[in-house]
């Protein structure tokens, strides 16, 4: 058997013929010619290094299937793990209360199926919100863990592989839950949203939570006018105030540190308005800002140091001994690329973001709506819509950096998947060549520009 790890966490446990018969599904389902190829069958009994090279090729095919933008989105390849994570955590189908919270701290109860997919819970939320149906498109579910000072650190964005109600809940730590937050970038997006009294009610909740968290700035005469407009309940007057502030739509995130524009600076990253804004220490204490356009990272990649005495990995997250980096490669002039990394337990969160931004790009380019981003149910079955079908998944680069230390592979678009026989499990296993996935939004930089 072996542990399937996606986005760093154990997901679940599969055996060989499990995959085997995914891989028979999505042949009949898609053609030989699509599907990568199969590690083949042994009939003798595996000599350890027999199982080693099988395992590191079934990471690379499961690792293949997720790239390709037509497998990786297909039902049968996300129905697979969403049971086989329902199975590994022994959780029956059943009915149950499941609590979302909204940003002002609601929670909402929906009754739903353990088994139950991310875009079922969501319906069910915006179904118990009264949210109209081409609205929700601009949510989404994240799992969130809550710090000491009641602010939430954001894990993840939930999946379409994943059930939430096991997602959260075989954490075991009461401190993970779900929270609804809009998923889009770009504010002129609120327009739609705020056509809605359901819609203007969350995202107004949303803004004066961000504002109360400090990751809006406020200055006192701001502040003043802010209050001002709660008070007379003028919701659509207070945000298009806001959208006037620093960081309005901006995720904020824990502090961390990174390599730039020196090693070991410790930074506060924010992501928002196609970049990743950065608010830098630096070793004689004077802070600066800078940011990093979307468009002009070439590729980037999410990799995990695990150093060789650790444990079995499977843990809950956010443990020490995995150290998570984000790093870019950036066009800082017309000629001259540089790495940019970023070292944080929110790596993961951070590579989701730059995905969705560039997502959303590819999305407005072709001439799409992020209505349509909302993938329809057709029959019980799930159809993404044409404006989405547009966004093809980044292909793999080759490293430039051939020097760079081996680092466990953790995410090659949205999310990794990497295999470990559970028998022999060593963090040793897991370390193997970089991933990294390439910008369909990049672009390069004009003399106008420069």
């Known amino acids: 058997a072996y542990n399937i790890h996606v986005n760093g966490v154990l997901h679940c446990r599969v055996r060989y013929s499990q995959l085997l018969g995914l891989h028979e599904q999505l042949r009949k389902e898609y053609g030989a010619n699509v599907v990568p190829a199969f590690p083949p069958k042994k009939i003798f009994t595996l000599t350890p290094a027999e199982v080693e090279q099988r395992r590191e090729q079934l990471e690379k095919y499961m690792q293949a299937?997720?790239?390709?933008?037509?497998?990786?989105?297909?039902?049968?390849?996300?129905?697979?793990?969403?049971?086989?994570?329902?199975?590994?955590?022994?959780?029956?189908?059943?009915?149950?209360?499941?609590?979302?919270?909204?940003?002002?701290?609601?929670r909402v109860r929906v009754t739903i199926l353990t088994s139950d997919q991310t875009e079922d819970v969501l319906e069910?939320?915006?179904?118990?919100?009264?949210?109209?149906?081409?609205?929700?498109?601009y949510f989404s579910l994240f799992l969130v863990r809550e710090t000491k000072d009641g602010a939430f650190s954001f894990v993840r964005k939930l999946q379409e592989f994943e059930l939430p109600y096991v997602s959260v809940t075989s954490l075991h730590n009461p401190e993970f839950?779900?929270?609804?937050?809009?998923?889009?970038?770009?504010s002129a997006y609120d327009d739609d949203v705020m056509e809605h009294l359901v819609?203007?009610?969350?995202?107004?909740?949303?803004?004066?939570?961000?504002i109360e968290h400090g990751w809006i700035l406020v200055n006192k005469e701001q502040h003043r006018q802010l209050k001002s407009l709660q008070e007379k309940v003028s919701k659509k007057e207070f945000i298009r105030l806001a959208q006037t502030l620093k960081y309005y739509g901006y995720l904020k995130f824990e502090p961390?540190?990174?390599?730039?524009?020196?090693?070991?600076?410790h930074v506060v990253v924010s992501a928002g308005n196609n970049e990743l804004n950065f608010q830098v220490r630096l070793p004689n204490e004077q802070i600066k800002e800078g940011s990093f356009k979307v468009t002009r990272m070439r590729c980037w990649r999410v990799t995990s140091s695990v150093p060789m005495n650790n444990g079995p990995s499977g843990s809950s997250p956010g443990k020490s001994e995995v150290k998570l980096e984000l790093a870019f490669e950036y066009l800082m002039s017309k000629d001259r690329l540089q790495w940019v990394t970023i070292t944080s337990p929110q790596a993961i969160m951070l590579s989701i973001c730059l995905q969705s931004m560039v997502d959303e790009l590819m999305v407005k380019k072709s001439g799409g709506s992020i209505r349509k981003?909302?993938?329809?149910?057709?029959?019980?079955?799930?159809?993404?819509?044409?404006?989405?079908?547009?966004?093809?998944?980044?292909?793999?680069?080759?490293?430039?950096?051939?020097?760079?230390?081996?680092?466990?592979?953790?995410?090659?678009?949205?999310?990794?998947?990497?295999?470990?026989?559970?028998?022999?499990?060593?963090?040793?296993?897991?370390?193997?060549?970089?991933?990294?996935?390439?910008?369909?939004?990049?672009?390069?930089?004009g003399d106008e520009d420069l």
């Open 65 to 106: 299937v997720r790239q390709d933008p037509t497998l990786g989105g297909s039902e049968t390849f996300n129905s697979f793990l969403r049971k086989a994570q329902q199975e590994t955590q022994q959780i029956p189908t059943e009915e149950v209360v499941l609590e979302v919270l909204l940003s002002n701290g609601q």
């Open 124 to 137: 069910a939320v915006a179904s118990k919100l009264d949210l109209p149906d081409d609205l929700v498109g």
């Open 177 to 186: 839950q779900i929270i609804l937050r809009k998923s889009y970038w770009d």
């Open 199 to 210: 819609g203007l009610n969350l995202l107004y909740a949303q803004t004066v939570s961000d």
């Open 256 to 265: 961390c540190v990174t390599d730039f524009p020196e090693k070991g600076c």
């Open 373 to 445: 981003m909302f993938r329809r149910r057709v029959n019980g079955a799930l159809r993404r819509s044409d404006s989405q079908q547009a966004v093809k998944s980044p292909p793999l680069l080759d490293s430039p950096d051939a020097s760079r230390e081996p680092v466990a592979k953790l995410s090659s678009k949205l999310t990794s998947v990497s295999l470990r026989g559970i028998s022999h499990s060593s963090s040793a296993n897991d370390v193997g060549a970089n991933d990294f996935h390439g910008n369909y939004a990049f672009e390069g930089i």
